[in-house]
Each structure stands twice: as C-alpha cells, then as structure tokens.
C-alpha cells in the first residue's frame, strides 16, 4: 500500500527538481520495518507527497496526478491545458469513506479539534514527527516536525490543506501548533472557491463501534510515543505544557502529584512551574482547547 501510494517516487509534477522521498525498499524490509513505517519512522515523503496521498482519500481511493500549470497559451491560442487525471485506485471507495470516518472523529473529539471549521465537518490528522539530528545521525529527543492536514467538507471534499511547522517552540503537538493554522488557510480557500456551508448543519453520523475503537487506537498510536519529556529533578515539578488533559493527569498522578483543575483541552501553564517545588505535592493544571 506504501508504494501504491507512489511514496518514494517522484508525482511526475510539471516543476523541476522534485525529491522521490526516502523508502528502504520492499524487498531489504526486515519485521521491524513493518511496525517503523506503520507509524511514520524508517520513511520520509515530501508535502506534495503527503497531500497527494491524502487526496486519495478524499477522492474515493483514486490517486492523482498533480500539475501545477493549469494552462500556457499564446495569440494562436492554448498551446497546453493541465487537466485532472486518475493515476491508478489505491483505495476501495469503501475503504476510503471508513477512513473518512476516523478522520473527522480526530477533529470532531480527538487531537485535531482546533481544525474545526463552524458549518464544515472537517477530515484531518495530526502530526508529531522526531527529527533527524544531522550532528548524530539519530531521531532528536527534542526537536520536532508539527503538521495537520486535512481535507473539507468531508462528504463532498472540495479541498486538501496540509500545514507543517518545523522546530515549534511554543508547543510540539500538530494538534495544537498547526490545526489552527490549518483551520485560517481552509477557511480561506473555501471562501475563494465559493463553497458555502450547509443550512442547517447536519451533524457527522456517529461511527459504529469497532470505528470508534478503531479511532481511539489511531489516536493514541500516533501520539504516544511523541510526547514531551516531563522528567525533571528529585522533588521538583516537570513540564505538563503542552500535555492534553488525559496524558497530563495520568502522568502527575503516577509521579505522586495532586492534581487541581483549570479548564480543558491542553495545558496552557502550571503551579508551580516546570522545576518547581510544592512541599504537599500538589499541581495546579491550567488547560484551554484554543491553546496555540
């Protein structure tokens, strides 16, 4: 499926210079590659890429080839005409509409919220990548590649926008650094395509079940692994900023901490502060859902 999805290849886009990506090929695949490149390390794809791929998707499982030139023409008229044209299915459309459905629970109640788009129902997903240190040649413990992409309206897709943020400061989770960046750009791009919200808004149908486990276990499969450090010295209080509640709670708890709380959605700041000391073990939390 890695490959039908054209990722470690060239698109074949009418500009010079286009990158293929990185991808250890099929055949030198040893077990740990499965599970590596399931979850994004072991692999690298270029935007264009990356937005193709998840183009096919919103296009029913049909891959794209993408052009940039829409047309050249000249006083004898059009000497070229850029056109849609379906590459190859890499998707059933069954498939791709279960995906569909995953995605807009990521941004409906999972980590993509601040995608949300009011009068769209919106199909995205967060990204959280470790960095390659060019120093080591190993993933940086810190540094980060934050990205959402998404497409809207879900059910009658009319555009793809990915967003990606390289070494965030303020936060690291795509969730948090780029949805909201996502949700300006698509805004926009509807605005100039003419696409109008439905009145009234019907509400996205609620996924059975095994979708809704399925989702879940997407969720957390992507973010687990890519959480900010919270260690910090003896008796000291670690970061949680950045954390969203679940995560926060579950790990102040398991280090000992009381726990009081502000708001939802991400913490925002903390009492006391990452490093410092609260004699009766007791952390106050400050969360916001539009925390950037």
């Known amino acids: 499926i890695v490959t039908a999805f054209g990722f470690g290849h060239p698109t074949g886009i009418d500009l010079p210079g286009e990158a293929g990506g990185l991808m250890r090929p099929v055949d030198r695949w040893g077990r740990i590659h499965l599970v590596t490149t399931a979850f994004g390390q072991g692999i690298a794809v270029t935007p264009l890429q990356l937005a193709r791929g998840f183009a096919a998707i919103a296009n029913g499982g049909s891959l794209m080839q993408p052009y940039v030139v829409k047309r050249v023409s000249d006083d004898d008229g059009v000497r070229y005409q850029g056109r849609p044209r379906v590459e190859r299915q890499v998707l059933s459309r069954k498939t791709a509409a279960t995906v569909t459905q995953l995605l807009v629970r990521v941004t409906e109640s999972g980590t993509g919220k601040q995608a949300q788009i009011e009068g769209f129902t919106v199909a995205g997903k967060t990204g959280t990548a470790q960095k390659v240190d060019p120093h080591t040649g190993r993933y940086d413990p810190k540094d980060r590649m934050s990205s959402f992409i998404g497409f809207v309206p879900a059910e009658d897709p009319a555009i793809v926008v990915l967003v990606v943020i390289d070494s965030p400061r303020t936060a690291t989770y795509g969730g948090v650094v780029a949805a909201p960046v996502f949700r300006a750009v698509a805004e926009y791009g509807l605005t100039r395509r003419g696409v109008l919200a439905p009145n009234p808004v019907a509400p996205p149908p609620v996924p059975a079940p095994h979708l809704q486990r399925a989702a879940a276990a ?21 970061s949680f900023v950045g954390l969203p509640m679940r995560e926060a709670l579950v790990r102040a708890q398991a280090d000992g901490w009381s726990v009081r709380v502000e708001g939802s959605g991400y913490v925002t700041h903390q009492t006391p502060p990452a490093g410092g000391i609260a004699d009766d073990r007791t952390l106050t939390l400050y969360f916001s859902s539009s925390a950037s």
Do not use: K, R, V
């Not at 969720?219 to 670690?238: K, Y």
């Open 218 to 238: 997407f969720e957390e499969a992507a973010e687990a692994d890519l959480a900010p450090e919270t260690s910090a010295a003896p008796g000291s209080a670690p």
